[in-house]
């Protein structure tokens, strides 16, 4: 599975984003994926989960209440909905694929993305 990451830029405090990762192949929908950041100096931390139907889905406390993770099996796509951004959101932004969800809250992913970057402005 190849992932690309797309929708990074600059952003306002309290504005809003939404990050897109589009995956090739059709394995997609047997994937649990998730969304991880890494902010400069910071070790890269979860973000977000969700269930290969979409059905259950997993946040940070940090992200929980502003940010809102989807997927779309029909296109391959799995979304980050960012709202109430903060200038602490600032990071380098990853989506990645695992086989379990407790392989991918402990980072145990079998496919990264590239990343994404946006800043949040104060």
């Known amino acids: 599975v190849q992932l690309q990451a797309s929708g990074g830029g600059l952003v306002q405090a309290g504005g809003s984003l939404r990050l897109s990762c589009a995956a090739s192949?059709?394995?997609?929908?047997?994937?649990?994926m998730g969304w991880f950041r890494q902010a400069p100096g910071k070790e890269r931390e979860f973000v977000a989960a969700i269930s290969r139907s979409g059905g259950s889905t997993y946040y940070a406390d940090s992200v929980k209440g502003r940010f809102t993770i989807s997927r779309d099996n029909a296109k391959n796509t799995v979304y980050l909905q960012m709202n109430i951004l903060k200038p602490e959101d600032t990071a380098v932004y990853y989506c990645?694929?695992?086989?379990?969800?407790?392989?991918?809250?402990?980072?145990?992913?079998?496919?990264w993305g590239q990343g994404t970057q946006f800043t949040v402005s104060s």
């Open positions: 192949g059709r394995t997609f929908s047997s994937y649990v």
């Open positions: 990645a694929a695992g086989s379990s969800l407790a392989q991918v809250l402990r980072g145990r992913l079998d496919y």
